[in-house]
């Protein structure tokens, strides 16, 4: 997962049109995710990483009036001079929403972020990794860090989420429960199947080929819910 194999801006043009960027962080500070290695994509050098975000953010144009931005972490993970070029570009293309990830454990900085694009007239839209809403399959299998067993707690402050299927374990039930549970409490669900990476949980091709004959016939033409079959869906990120 090199910085330099990585496609960092893309337009989302079908459900929700918008600009999206991959950007370099610090890192995820949790890294504990079992399936996990998007953390991989990060580097400790604020000022190469500023660089690097800077000719990315450059390519933005305003087009949609939304952009998302992910940094296979947090916001929280991005230096402040990044932080900053983000809100003067969206000022300046006249940007109106824009989308951030947060992990459960960084929730309390979310007021503040909102707090600082309120005064541009910007709305801050803020997505959460949950994978799943079983506690106990989250926690103990994902190993999630999600201090929270009640969907409604885990909300709390949070506009988006994602959910990963394809794994040993998971059923149509509990697939449809966890979208059902996810189009109740949060504006959209973005579905995002498992695929081979560096860590030790491998996807499972029949939970996969159950989403694909059972689940996603469902949901496909759902406006508030995105299906990442790839993890390269959006047009953003590597191999």
């Avoid at 070029?85 to 300046?92: H, N, P």
């Avoid at 989420?161 to 979208?179: K, N, P």
């Avoid at 016939?217 to 790839?230: C, K, Q, T």
Wanted: charged share 30%.
């Amino acid at each position: 997962m090199a910085s330099g194999d990585m496609t960092r801006y893309a337009e989302i043009t079908d459900k929700n049109p918008r600009e999206i960027l991959l950007l370099r962080g610090a890192g995820c500070k949790w890294k504990r995710c079992t399936f996990c290695d998007y953390h991989l994509d990060a580097s400790p050098d604020a000022e190469e990483n500023f660089r690097l975000n800077c000719t990315e953010i450059a390519k933005v144009t305003g087009k949609y009036g939304k952009l998302e931005i992910i940094n296979s972490g947090s916001f929280v993970d991005l230096d402040e001079q990044t932080m900053e070029l983000i809100r003067k570009t969206c000022v300046d293309k006249r940007i109106k929403e824009i989308h951030f990830e947060c992990h459960f454990i960084h929730r309390q900085a979310i007021p503040k972020l909102r707090e600082a694009f309120a005064p541009l007239g910007i709305k801050v839209k803020i997505k959460i990794g949950v994978e799943t809403f079983d506690a106990n399959y989250r926690e103990q299998v994902l190993r999630k860090g999600i201090g929270a067993k009640e969907p409604e707690r885990i909300a709390e402050g949070f506009d988006e989420v994602c959910l990963l299927f394809g794994l040993t374990g998971q059923t149509a039930e509990s697939m449809r429960l966890d979208i059902e549970t996810g189009l109740a409490l949060f504006e959209r669900v973005c579905v995002n199947i498992m695929v081979e990476n560096t860590t030790s949980v491998r996807p499972d091709p029949d939970v996969i080929a159950v989403f694909m004959r059972e689940i996603y016939p469902i949901y496909i033409e759902n406006d508030r819910v995105d299906i990442l079959l790839e993890n390269t869906d959006f047009g953003v990120g590597g191999k």
